[in-house]
């Protein structure tokens, strides 16, 4: 550039670049202008039918993009991914039920195994009892709305960040140079002069991951829970306590079976949160030191060692253990429904 | 694995430089920008190319057409590959549309797999292009870019060929066999940087005798990919102690991680990056490497915590800005020594190759183009941090002390250079398990048989 009279690659370059970001705009909305036409013009035309044909092709045009978008966004994949389990690495050579027989025998998936099914049951458990509590705790408190929004905030940061956070307050150095890491400096203020290196201590590591999870979930369960809690009508209560009941029996016999809907509602979405943990883990481990969870062992298996087959399989193997807690969630959630 | 971990981190770090760089850049073109005269803008056909673009006649003849093209190699720097060849795009009037994307090694395969080829992809490990050339879409390069291919040594050559048949042209080559250190601290100290592995095993001695500063500090922490530079010090030691002939029957698995000779390999790491009293300097005990990111490892050389960190040419980009990098400046590199001394030179490395999959001809000519000493020159002539193993690039042209001990060695002719053995095996233990058992053998103090033997478990049958 320094040389005049040579090309000018900088303003061609930017030149091409406003040129590209030009041509993707106008394509965007020449698409969407042309799917809003075909709308309208689906709708007018379903619109002018009269007679016995009307009703069937107003459920079709009401339902046909939902169904059309769930075939291509689930069920089609869905299916591949079921056949693609079937097949092997590269997903050209049919072999039956092996990749499945991998999945359960090798050591290092069922290590992965238990390992999700331990945040399955803990990481909701804690999740939900300590947003009861808390929604217990600050329910009749002045200010209530400070503390929620600050129990609440985590909720408002990506796992990936929060993650991110976590892992500076577990980081570790060794005796002798200043921890940088939150909990390693506690430690050290409480009298522990060599503190581990966390996220390097089996089993304790999976379980301060899990604290992650804990962190953001708690928030939401409390919200949750705390709505549920005061949306038990005042007589109820007041009746329990003329008849003598108070405190902790107050609790178990009148607000937790009048909250059980949400509570299990909490309790499952949570869960299937947890299944699908998959950030928490790769920010802070990379599934490494014993930490590995289905969600992220799929991925790495499809994505960075390129085994489809193995991948598809854990994805089928997750699927299916999701697949009872959805179920579950909507019948309560439907419950719930029913009881309003 | 190279290009992969440390894209991301380069990037958003040279990101904030750029903008103001990108600014002035725009000035001063906006000032001159009048004097371009559109000598290629003509018609297609018999086109003649004069003044400062007869050098591309023989690509000419195309003009008007657009080839595009694939690759990780993301925004600024893949400005600077754009930068490099805007010449040849003006006089030829062949515009290269270039598409940089974090997924490219996952979305190459969809891609292509989903008949959305794109004419060029840029791939850094040569499994990936094994795994290409197996789709039979990969097109073979036409006879000028074969003869371009004479300029490199002969063992690149294997590299972008698969079943012995020639594919993909090396466009960039890395250095990954360099030992970091800070010159000042070494003067201050009175070490002289050391010339085989006998006088750095001694010198490491020293330094942890003398207190103060471990001599060595690691990071193999990396994400998804952890464990990575672990791989490469495995690598580096099995190249300097028996040479290239066992390393390529490694690469190959005829000789398994469970022989003794890479477990004798594998003792040789342990005394040396798993000695206590040796690292980890600046973090902690030996366990400490496995969570430190490789992107830190280095840092406590500056403030004297740590002496030596052994990490490829592109570990520059890590320094802080203001650091001076030379033989005399705060931080600089020395060769990493081979562990035999009747190993000449050993080299580990990396580079990308330009695989095509399309044969129009202004692919070819642009495939020509790139492969040629002349693009390699001009590439380096754009910025720093671009090395090229090509012989045909004068030396003079590296303005970057780095890049210049980097590419005095990758084109030394008696070096024994070979490519990074962890991207040439196959990804279920070249990106897999061998991250993660070696991973293991530094978290959690896993014996040297049971890391061995896992990973040849997974090797595909």
């Not at chain 1, 698409?31 to 002018?48: D, E, H, K, N, S």
Request: charged share 15%.
């Amino acid at each position: 550039m320094s040389v005049p009279g040579t090309p000018s690659p900088a303003v061609a370059l930017a030149g091409g670049a406003w040129g590209d970001a030009a041509i993707k705009f106008a394509n965007s909305f020449g698409a969407i202008a042309g799917f809003l036409g075909i709308l309208l013009v689906v709708f007018f035309a379903a619109g002018r039918a009269r007679g016995r044909l009307a009703r069937p092709l107003a459920v079709a045009v009401f339902l046909g993009p939902a169904v059309l978008l769930l075939l291509v966004g689930l069920v089609v994949p869905l299916l591949r991914t079921g056949y693609l389990s079937l097949l092997n690495d590269d997903g050209t050579r049919f072999v039956g039920g092996e990749n499945y027989g991998w999945a359960f025998t090798t050591e290092s998936v069922q290590e992965v195994l238990v390992n999700t099914l331990l945040w399955l049951v803990i990481a909701p458990l804690v999740a939900t009892g300590l947003g009861l509590v808390l929604a217990l705790l600050v329910d009749r408190m002045r200010g209530q709305a400070v503390y929620k929004s600050l129990i609440f905030m985590p909720m408002a940061i990506s796992l990936v960040g929060a993650s991110i956070i976590f892992k500076f307050v577990y980081e570790s150095r060794g005796p002798g140079q200043s921890q940088i890491g939150l909990l390693s400096q506690l430690a050290v203020a409480l009298g522990w002069d060599d503190p581990p290196n966390w996220m390097l201590s089996q089993p304790l590591n999976t379980f301060l991951l899990m604290a992650v999870m804990v962190w953001v979930q708690t928030g939401f369960a409390m919200v949750v829970l705390s709505a549920a809690i005061k949306a038990i009508p005042d007589e109820i209560t007041e009746a329990a306590r003329l008849d003598g009941a108070g405190g902790v029996r107050l609790f178990w016999y009148v607000t937790v079976p009048m909250i059980r809907t949400t509570v299990v509602v909490v309790l499952t979405t949570v869960m299937i949160t947890t299944l699908k943990a998959f950030d928490i883990v790769r920010t802070m481990t990379g599934g490494n030191f014993g930490t590995q969870v289905l969600a992220n062992e799929m991925y790495s298996q499809s994505f960075v060692q390129f085994n489809t087959g193995h991948g598809s399989a854990l994805a089928v193997i997750l699927f299916l253990a999701v697949l009872p807690l959805v179920a579950y969630n909507i019948v309560q959630l439907r419950k719930e429904r029913g009881v309003r | 694995m190279t290009p992969n971990p440390t894209a991301p981190s380069k990037s958003s770090r040279r990101r904030l430089v750029a903008a103001p760089a990108l600014l002035a850049a725009l000035a001063l073109t906006a000032a001159c920008s009048n004097s371009s005269g559109g000598s290629g803008d003509g018609g297609g056909g018999a086109q003649t190319l004069s003044g400062d673009c007869a050098k591309y006649q023989p690509y000419a003849g195309h003009s008007g057409t657009t080839v595009t093209m694939f690759a990780s190699i993301l925004s600024p720097e893949s400005d600077n590959l754009e930068k490099s060849w805007a010449e040849f795009g003006k006089c030829t009037g062949i515009k290269i549309s270039y598409e940089g994307s974090n997924d490219f090694e996952s979305q190459l395969p969809v891609r292509v797999a989903g008949g959305n080829a794109p004419d060029f992809a840029i791939i850094p490990q040569p499994g990936l292009l094994a795994q290409m050339v197996k789709s039979s879409k990969v097109v073979k390069p036409p006879a000028q870019t074969v003869a371009n291919q004479d300029k490199w040594s002969p063992v690149w050559k294997t590299y972008g060929s698969v079943n012995g048949t020639f594919y993909a042209a090396p466009m960039s080559a890395n250095m990954k066999s360099l030992v970091w250190y800070s010159p000042k601290t070494f003067k201050a100290a009175g070490y002289e940087v050391p010339k085989t592995w006998a006088d750095l095993m001694a010198l490491s001695d020293r330094i942890a005798k003398a207190g103060g500063g471990k001599p060595w500090c690691g990071g193999i922490a990396s994400g998804t990919a952890t464990g990575w530079p672990a791989t490469d010090w495995l690598e580096e030691v099995v190249l300097g102690t028996y040479g290239g002939d066992v390393y390529d029957q490694w690469v190959g698995h005829q000789v398994k991680f469970s022989d003794e000779k890479i477990t004798a390999a594998m003792k040789t790491v342990a005394d040396w990056m798993q000695n206590p009293a040796w690292v980890n300097g600046g973090y902690g005990d030996v366990k400490s490497i496995a969570t430190t990111t490789f992107q830190d490892a280095g840092a406590p050389i500056l403030t004297g915590k740590c002496l030596m960190l052994q990490q490829a040419s592109f570990y520059k980009a890590q320094w802080p800005k203001d650091t001076k990098i030379g033989p005399d400046g705060d931080i600089f590199a020395f060769h990493l020594p081979a562990v035999n001394p009747a190993i000449a030179s050993p080299v580990e490395g990396g580079g990308e190759f330009l695989t095509a999959f399309a044969s129009r001809p202004e692919v070819q000519a642009v495939q020509n183009y790139l492969s040629s000493s002349d693009w390699a020159s001009s590439r380096v002539k754009t910025a720093t941090g671009w090395v090229s193993a090509n012989q045909g690039v004068d030396k003079s042209l590296y303005t970057d002390p780095i890049d210049r001990l980097s590419a005095d060695a990758l084109t030394d002719p008696g070096a024994t250079f070979r490519f990074d053995a962890s991207d040439m095996m196959p990804a279920a233990v070249g990106s897999g398990q061998e991250w993660k058992s070696l991973t293991a053998w530094f978290a959690e103090g896993q014996s040297i048989q049971k890391t061995a033997a896992d990973i040849d478990a997974a090797w595909p049958q």
